[in-house]
């Protein structure tokens, strides 16, 4: 039942098209088998397009994002991290680093398998993993972040109006020292509505997906001590400062999610070729008007750079 939930998020003209386009692969990362699905033009020389969920999300959800980049002329590829979605792995038991690597490993494997040019785009905690791998080598030309999350430190991305035990605040040091000494426990899970309160997922124009979401069985619900300390002790491979991959930040002005102004402040951070686009909509959504904006702004955005030398974070 949880790998056909999904199917209720969509009217039947878009199931249909979604069925008759899909391929699904898997690739290897740590240890998992990582689920990717893949919308595919005919010309292997196509632009690619690789765009990572959240900690809420999973391909599925995506149809009809990935059908608006298809109609644009891009291979889109749509992969679950490991332990989460329909990917291997133990649900909700996993690192930012292993999070980012089965990106990576994605990223190659795209890269290796299609002649045309590899993009990457991401939301929510997917933004800031975007950054993360293409900084760790994900073979990308430019990248889109919806949101832009820094993991080095509480500080940098906390949830803190949206839940209890996300309120703890502090250096990178202070949460280094909280992993040590749970780590007899580090795999142990709890709750995700204990840091992260997922009714403010959506926008508050659109409670329909939202019930349907809290619903769904695909997401984990609990997540391993170890992932929430992940989340303020790694840094990126590169810091935003030196970054030199193309980046589109696009920031949601209603987010009641992830506060608008981190995501302004890590794009003020954010070396190297960038852009800034706000758009008048919530964490997420399942308006037409929402994903078409996004896929616009990205698209324009990788074509401006498709012809440049894949650059080196």
């Known amino acids: 039942m949880g790998e056909e939930y999904w199917r209720i998020y969509y009217d039947d003209a878009t199931l249909a098209r979604g069925d008759q386009l899909r391929e699904v692969h898997s690739v290897r990362s740590g240890g998992a088998s990582i689920h990717v699905d893949v919308y595919p033009q005919s010309d292997p020389g196509a632009p690619v397009v690789i765009f990572n969920h959240g900690a809420a999300g999973y391909c599925r959800i995506f149809v009809r994002l990935g059908l608006t980049y298809f109609d644009r002329g891009y291979t889109v590829v749509l992969p679950d991290q490991i332990g989460q979605g329909l990917s291997g792995g133990r649900p909700g038991d996993y690192t930012v680093v292993e999070a980012t690597q089965s990106i990576v490993d994605v990223a190659r494997w795209a890269e290796s398998r299609w002649d045309g040019p590899v993009f990457m785009g991401g939301g929510s905690i997917g933004g800031g993993l975007t950054y993360y791998a293409a900084a760790a080598g994900a073979p990308v030309r430019a990248i889109a972040c919806l949101n832009l999350v820094d993991f080095s430190t509480v500080d940098s991305w906390d949830f803190s109006k949206l839940a209890p035990l ?148």
Request: aromatic content about 12%.
């Open 166 to 313: 996300a309120k703890v605040r502090g250096t990178a040091h202070i949460s280094r020292a909280f992993m040590w000494l749970l780590t007899p426990l580090h795999r142990v899970r709890f709750p995700f509505s204990w840091v992260g309160r997922f009714d403010k997922l959506m926008d508050r124009r659109d409670p329909d997906f939202q019930a349907l979401w809290d619903a769904d069985p695909v997401p984990p619900r609990k997540i391993a001590i170890r992932y929430f300390a992940s989340c303020s002790t790694t840094p990126p491979a590169v810091p935003l400062e030196q970054n030199r991959i193309p980046t589109l930040v696009i920031n949601q002005a209603r987010d009641e999610m992830v506060d608008p102004r981190l995501t302004r402040r890590n794009y003020d951070r954010l070396g190297g070729p960038k852009e800034y686009l706000e758009v008048p909509f919530g964490h997420w959504s399942s308006d037409p008007k929402f994903w078409n904006e996004i896929v616009e702004a990205s698209d324009r955005w990788f074509r401006e750079h498709q012809d440049e030398e894949r650059a080196v974070a």
